[in-house]
């Protein structure tokens, strides 16, 4: 038996303009999860406004976590510093970390290895 977790969000199509970067993936693949289940290498594509629908980033961009630092001095990660559970920090580039709290959910697509994974442990 599989458990399944069903979350209260509305996912919206891709914005197909000249403000979002094409996705180069296969969006079959997409799913829901939370960020602390987020594993380096997937494609994060949204998250999700206080309504619950997407919010899709300009440009997807791949996971590689750090471990959260409250007092980091990228000016970013303080803003959760007070937030009540966990944070994780799903990417860092150009000194600029990408902090979310660990239950919040967010749109990826798995990386092959994550697939892979998933499909070993079913």
């Not at 619950?52 to 303080?78: E, H, L, M």
Request: hydrophobic fraction near 35%; glycine fraction near 6%; charged fraction near 20%.
């Amino acid at each position: 038996m599989k458990c399944l977790q069903f979350f209260p969000v509305i996912v919206t199509r891709y914005p197909q303009d000249e403000d979002h970067a094409p996705i180069l993936e296969d969006e079959a693949q997409a799913r829901v999860c939370n960020a602390g289940e987020v594993c380096d290498g997937d494609l994060i594509l949204a998250s999700f406004d206080d309504n619950g629908r997407s919010d899709y980033f300009n440009d997807q961009y791949p996971a590689s976590g750090y471990a959260y630092n409250p007092t980091c001095i990228c000016g970013v990660c303080c803003h959760l510093a007070n937030h009540p559970g966990p944070v994780v920090v799903l990417a860092f580039w150009d000194g600029w970390c990408d902090p979310w709290p660990a239950d919040a959910p967010v749109l990826i697509i798995p990386s092959e290895e994550s697939r892979i994974q998933a499909k070993g442990s079913s």
